[in-house]
């Protein structure tokens, strides 16, 4: 049986880490803000890449299970 994973301490997580990021973006401090805006893209593109490998990752699951069931039928 499969359980859906708990995510509760991943979420809090992140999000106090966005909230101080964004906090850092408000100070005066130019490197800070500069350095909160460009760790705030990475983050964002590194979403993006795990997203994009996920939904590669299951194409690949549906057509193995396909090429399975062909073999299987034979």
């Known amino acids: 049986m499969y359980f859906k994973q708990d995510n509760t301490y991943n979420e809090m997580r992140k999000n106090s ?12 401090d130019v490197v800070n803000k500069n350095g909160a805006k460009l760790t705030i893209e990475y983050i964002e593109y590194l979403n993006h890449k795990i997203k994009e490998l996920e939904d590669k990752n299951t194409l690949k699951d549906e057509f193995l299970k396909k090429l399975k069931s062909k073999v299987n039928n034979k």
């Open 17 to 28: 880490t966005m909230q101080w990021l964004t906090e850092l973006l408000e100070s005066e």
